[in-house]
T-cell receptor
Framework: GEDVEQSLFLSVREGDSSVINCTYT??????LYWYKQEPGAGLQLLTY?????DMKQDQRLTVLLNKKDKHLSLRIADTQTGDSAIYFC?????????????FGRGTQLTVWP | GAGVSQTPSNKVTEKGKYVELRCDPI?????LYWYRQSLGQGPEFLIY????????DSGLPNDRFFAVRPEGSVSTLKIQRTERGDSAVYLC??????????????FGEGSRLTVL
């Protein structure tokens, strides 16, 4: 579970949708997460998905999980300038200490007005 | 306070010195975690406490790193003989418990350590 992969940068125009992709390592991972990090602030849990789900929607956020390909995505609808931040994908592999998250390097989302 | 509090927010030290970083978790949270985030990287796990005991310290990089949580609340991360490679943001997080669940960790803003 040490090599969670994410693209490093994404730029979108305000009002468009953003899609941030992640490839994780352990097909048995039970929980997968998206965290947001704004400058000077701590990591904030955005949403999570259990491995027995394919999709989860929460207001403007949609998480899609493809277990076969070990692919996780986060879609932000109607992206706003306030959504500009670094987004981290994280997993807890099966057998790992609960709370021991394995993070990707983060995707820097820039939203242009 | 309502959130996880970390002090100092910034620490600059010289190579070879000893450093202590403090974390005040959210009141009532039994699980406490330390992570380290190097520039351009995601956070990496260091150690996890359940109550007063270190339940998993396998992420500590070497024996220069040590952490304590003597009363099951505040935790201190101690780094001896600091090296330039220790420069990073040290993040503390707490959760209500560490059982099966959402894994919602509440993170502090971090302590930025710079070793000259």
């Amino acid at each position: 579970g040490e090599d969670v992969e994410q693209s490093l940068f994404l730029s979108v125009r305000e009002g468009d949708s953003s899609v941030i992709n992640c490839t994780y390592t352990d097909s048995s991972s039970t929980y997968l997460y998206w965290y947001k990090q704004e400058p000077g602030a701590g990591l904030q849990l955005l949403t999570y998905i259990f491995s027995n789900m394919d999709m989860k929607q929460d207001q403007r956020l949609t998480v899609l999980l493809n277990k076969k390909d070990k692919h996780l995505s986060l879609r932000i609808a109607d992206t706003q300038t306030g959504d500009s931040a670094i987004y981290f994908c994280a997993e807890i592999p099966r057998g790992s200490t609960l709370g021991r998250l394995y993070f990707g390097r983060g995707t820097q989302l820039t939203v242009w007005p | 306070g309502a959130g996880v509090s970390q002090t100092p927010s910034n620490k600059v030290t010289e190579k070879g010195k000893y450093v202590e970083l403090r974390c005040d978790p959210i009141s009532g949270h039994t699980a406490l975690y330390w992570y380290r985030q190097s520039l351009g990287q995601g956070p990496e796990f260091l150690i996890y406490f359940q109550g007063t005991g270190a339940a998993d310290d396998s992420g500590l990089p070497n024996d220069r790193f040590f952490a304590v949580r003597p009363e099951g609340s505040v935790s201190t991360l101690k780094i001896q003989r600091t090296e330039r490679g220790d420069s990073a943001v040290y993040l503390c997080a707490s959760s209500l418990n560490a059982g099966p669940g959402t894994g919602e960790l509440f993170f502090g803003e971090g302590s930025r350590l710079t070793v000259l």
